[in-house]
């Protein structure tokens, strides 16, 4: 039985409980690649993955800055089970800004259900993240054929529906919503990044696929009017990022106040007691509250752009403020995972404690997108009055 979300305050409770329960084995599932389909399922189960369908459909809408914060609490505790539904509430947003009502009205049911969306989006061979060469082809009774190949298809592995970004005939993108065990549908587990293990974000092929018409949204008229989708999008990314650095600045100072020893020099008695171990864990904390503030700022800006939409200021704010989050998000877990074994010490690296995680997932899941494109969209801004582009991942 699948429980449904009233409102904001509820998700957050949900989220912090589900949070405690998976970090108990957070660093065990990393250690031996357990993938968290038991965690998924008991995330289904919570109602989470169904809080951002609209009210006038059952769910509980929930603003952007309680969606960062669920996705930071979830990060914190396991940043792959963080990470995981990021391209599913992508493509919630897909379906509110383009789908039919019918389309609406069937996957909204899908959603509050518990039904995972997975993605298949990213393409290997083509010259840049934003150009792809999988096509929808059209068949005579106006459903069409989809043939391609989809890499880095974070929760393909654990989806009910797959959806993924083609070119319809006419070239212009689509996103078309395909059932995980759909006839040509092959899903392959071959992800081995160092960090994110959990997230299973392997490869996905289509041949020749049936996709009938009512399951196809043409995405690509999201960016003909002043649009957030795409700050959106990058917001999720900044919450797992911030909830990365959040998980090691916990984890480390655990570990300090545990297992580290002072400087002999410091006359301390306990790590946690050496001044210079209490000013560097002090930026630590710092550059995180930073990261969390950021967050929760970007997600304000963008409740205020999707309250009135249409309004270019207000869009170009909100990807301006998302571009901050996501570029000290990635500062925040990179730095804090880092830094926190030398404040440790030698003990940190022995014993299969599973510090390292953090700056591996950290380290992956950073490389989604470049952080100076944010830092020059925010120069831009800042300078030139310049406005990001509306490319979907600003």
Request: charged share 20%; aromatic share 6%.
């Amino acid at each position: 039985m699948t429980q449904v979300i009233a409102d904001d305050a509820e998700a957050i409770t949900v989220a912090a409980g589900l949070a405690a329960e998976f970090a108990r084995d957070a660093a065990l599932r990393d250690a031996e690649r357990i993938l968290p389909r038991a965690e998924l399922d008991r995330l289904s189960a919570s109602g989470l993955l169904g809080i951002t369908v609209p009210r006038s459909h059952g769910g509980a809408e929930v603003g952007a800055r309680t969606l960062g914060e669920v996705v930071r609490l979830l990060s914190a505790a396991d940043a792959s089970i963080g990470q995981i539904p990021q391209n599913h509430f992508f493509f919630v947003e897909v379906l509110k800004e383009n789908g039919t009502a019918g389309q609406r009205d069937l996957f909204h049911a899908e959603l509050l259900a518990g039904r995972r969306f997975g993605n298949a989006l990213a393409e290997k061979g083509t010259r840049h993240a934003l150009e792809f060469s999988t096509r929808l082809k059209p068949r005579p009774d106006g459903s069409y054929t989809l043939t391609g190949t989809k890499n880095y298809a974070t929760g393909a592995l654990f989806a009910h529906w797959i959806p993924v970004f083609a070119l319809a005939p006419d070239d212009s993108l689509t996103a078309a919503f395909v059932p995980y065990d759909a006839p040509g549908v092959t899903v392959v587990d071959d992800w081995d990044g160092i960090g994110q293990r959990g997230t299973a974000s392997g490869t996905v092929r289509f041949t020749d696929v049936h996709v009938p018409a009512d399951r196809v949204v043409p995405h690509h008229l999201t960016f003909e009017r002043p649009e957030v989708f795409g700050a959106f999008g990058q917001f999720i990314h900044a919450a797992v990022d911030t909830g990365i650095a959040r998980g090691a600045l916990e984890e480390g100072g655990e570990l300090i106040r545990d297992i580290a020893r002072p400087w002999g020099e410091s006359g301390a008695d306990r790590a946690n007691e050496e001044p210079l171990v209490i000013n560097k864990f002090g930026e630590l904390a710092l550059v995180v509250r930073a990261a969390e503030a950021l967050l929760d700022r970007a997600g304000a800006a963008l409740d205020a752009a999707r309250g009135a939409p249409g309004d270019a200021g207000l869009a170009a704010e909100a990807s301006v403020a998302v571009a901050a989050a996501r570029a000290q998000a990635d500062t925040a877990a990179l730095t804090v995972a880092n830094d926190v074994f030398a404040l440790i010490g030698t003990r940190s690296v022995t014993g299969g404690r599973g510090l390292d995680r953090h700056w591996r997932n950290a380290r992956t899941h950073t490389l989604h997108d470049p952080r100076r494109w944010k830092i020059q969209h925010l120069g831009n801004h800042a300078l030139n009055g310049v406005a990001p582009p509306a490319n979907g991942i600003v």
